[in-house]
């Protein structure tokens, strides 16, 4: 019976914090908390975007959501981990502009609902984009170490864009490297 009696001594403390912290955790008002609620917002079509409320006052991300379709016939997700910042998440008309940090990125994937989220939406843009392919999950990264620079359809073109190195040494070639410091 004394053994009982400590166990429950011991606990007391530990319960106590809790309690407390729930309770300072409840007088946050609404609008100074995340209500991490996440919706598509299409950029350029639907599915190409997922919205998440990730900060106070409606600030978040905008996720873009980008298909690759490189093995044929099958269309799995590319991760864009450079998210838009997101304004005015918790109204009538959210908009985003410029970027958040990647550190946003990592803790809005890192929640089981924005994953099932960004699933669903890259499934239904992968159906319209390539309605012949399968669909193949590939899990977002959830750390810096994680990501891979993805090369862009566009950059891949060889006759749209040239290779910079390439460039520079044709100009220095020709002697029409730049001059050193501001113009005149």
């Known amino acids: 019976m004394r053994l009982h009696v400590q166990r429950a001594q011991a606990a007391v403390p530990s319960l106590l914090t809790a309690v ?3 309770a300072l955790a409840a007088c ?13 917002l299409p950029r350029n079509q639907p599915h190409d975007g997922l919205a998440v409320v990730s900060q106070p006052d409606g600030y978040g ?14 269309c799995r997700p590319r991760w864009v981990v450079d998210a838009a910042r997101l304004f005015n998440g918790n109204g009538s008309a959210p908009f985003s502009s410029g970027l958040a940090p990647r550190a946003e990125w990592f803790e809005a994937v890192a929640r089981q609902d924005v994953r099932d989220a960004l699933r669903r939406e890259l499934e239904a843009l992968c159906r319209e984009r390539a309605p012949r392919s399968s669909w193949s999950w590939v899990e977002p990264p959830r750390r810096p170490e994680q990501v891979t620079a993805e090369p862009f359809p566009l950059l891949e073109e060889k006759q749209l864009l040239a290779d910079p190195e390439q460039v520079r040494r044709q100009e220095d070639a020709m002697g029409g490297a730049a001059p050193e410091g501001p113009p005149p």
């Open 61 to 74: 991300l905008h996720i873009w959501l980008e298909t690759d379709t490189r093995t044929a016939g099958v």
């Open 20 to 22: 407390l912290g729930l």
């Open 28 to 40: 946050v008002p609404a609008h100074r908390r995340a209500s991490w609620s996440h919706f598509p």
